[in-house]
C-alpha cells in the first residue's frame, strides 16, 4: 500500500495511518463499468510483453502475428478496455446519431456485429433492443464460445446468435445494418470486407463503422494518443493485418481519408476467396 501511495494511486492518511481509495481513482482503477476504467489496457499491455518474441520473428520475415496467435490476455483485455466506452455511448450517442437506424431496430430488424470479439457490443444492443435479431461474426472460435456463454448469463441468447466466421465471407443477406467495432483496420483485405458488406445490406441498410480516430497527416498523431495507436498498431493491429492474404496494413492510426478510400472501394467477386479473416476478439 505504500508503494501504490508513493505512485498515487492510493491516498495516505498520515492522521489516522490508513489508506484509501478515492472517488477519482476509483472510477479508472475499480469500476469496470466506469467510462474512465483504465485496466483493461494494461491487461492487453501484458500481452504484447509476452508475445514480444513472436512479433520480434515477425518483424524478420514479414509474416505477421495472427490475433489468434496472441496470449488470451490480450481477448479479455480488450473487452475490459472496449466494454466502458461500449455501455456508455453505443445505445444513448452512436446509434440514435445513425439516420433511421435506431427506428428499425426497435421495430425488430436485423443486425449482423462482425469481428464481435467477446460480444459485449452485440450484447449490449440486443438488452436495448429487444424486439430485434442480432448476430456477431468472428473468426475466433474460442472469442465466438466466450460470446455464446456471454448471451445467456446476460438472458439474451433468445435474440443473439454467435457464429465463427471471416469479414469476407459471413453468412446471411437483407441485413439492417452491419456493425464493426473497432476491426477494419486490423483486416488484412478490409476493401474485400467492404465489398462483401455491401452485397449483404438491404438496398437501405446502414453499415456502421467504429474506429479510433486519428488525424490523416502523421505530424498530427505525434501527441499522447498517437503514442499509444502507434505502439499497438505496432505490436497487435499491423501484425495481424500481415499475417492475412492481401495484407494492407491500416493500422490503428489509418486515418479517416484512408479509411474512406478503402471501404468506398469497387471490388470485384464479392465473397470469393478461401482468405481467413483476423479481425477477431477486437470486439469484445
Not at 46 to 75: I, M, Y
Not at 225 to 252: D, F, H, K, N, W
Amino acid at each position: 500500500m505504500c508503494a501504490q501511495a508513493a505512485s498515487g494511486y492510493v491516498a495516505y492518511d498520515a492522521a489516522t495511518g490508513k489508506f484509501h481509495l478515492p472517488d477519482e481513482q476509483a472510477m479508472a482503477l475499480a469500476v469496470e463499468n466506469s467510462p474512465a476504467f483504465i485496466p483493461g489496457a494494461y491487461q492487453s499491455i501484458a500481452s504484447t510483453v509476452l508475445d514480444e518474441p513472436k512479433v520480434r520473428e515477425a518483424f524478420q520475415t514479414g509474416k505477421g502475428v495472427g490475433w489468434h496467435e496472441h496470449n488470451c490476455n490480450l481477448f479479455e483485455g480488450t473487452e475490459r478496455f472496449f466494454r466502458p466506452g461500449y455501455s456508455a455511448h453505443l445505445v444513448a450517442e452512436w446509434i440514435p446519431a445513425l439516420d433511421g437506424v435506431q427506428a428499425k431496430l426497435q421495430a425488430g430488424g436485423t443486425l449482423a456485429d462482425v469481428g464481435c470479439g467477446y460480444g459485449v457490443s452485440t450484447i449490449l444492443m440486443a438488452q436495448a433492443y429487444p424486439r430485434a435479431t442480432f448476430v456477431g461474426f468472428d473468426y475466433h472460435a474460442p472469442s465466438i464460445e466466450w460470446a455464446r456463454a456471454s448471451a445467456v448469463k446476460a438472458g439474451v441468447s433468445d435474440r443473439v446468435k454467435f457464429e465463427v466466421a471471416a469479414s469476407k465471407t459471413f453468412p446471411g443477406q437483407n441485413y439492417d445494418v452491419v456493425a464493426f467495432f473497432d476491426c477494419l483496420h486490423d483486416m488484412g483485405d478490409p476493401a474485400g470486407a467492404a465489398a462483401h458488406v455491401r452485397q449483404a445490406l438491404k438496398p437501405d441498410g446502414t453499415w456502421m463503422i467504429v474506429e479510433p480516430f486519428a488525424n490523416d497527416r502523421v505530424e498530427d498523431n505525434l501527441n499522447p494518443v498517437g503514442r499509444i495507436y502507434y505502439a499497438a498498431s505496432t505490436m497487435i493491429c499491423t501484425p495481424a493485418s500481415l499475417s492475412q492474404e492481401v495484407g494492407l496494413a491500416l493500422g490503428a492510426p489509418a486515418g479517416e481519408a484512408r479509411v474512406k478510400k478503402v471501404v468506398m472501394e469497387d471490388r470485384k467477386g464479392v465473397g470469393e476467396g478461401k482468405g481467413v479473416d483476423r479481425s477477431g476478439g477486437r470486439r469484445m
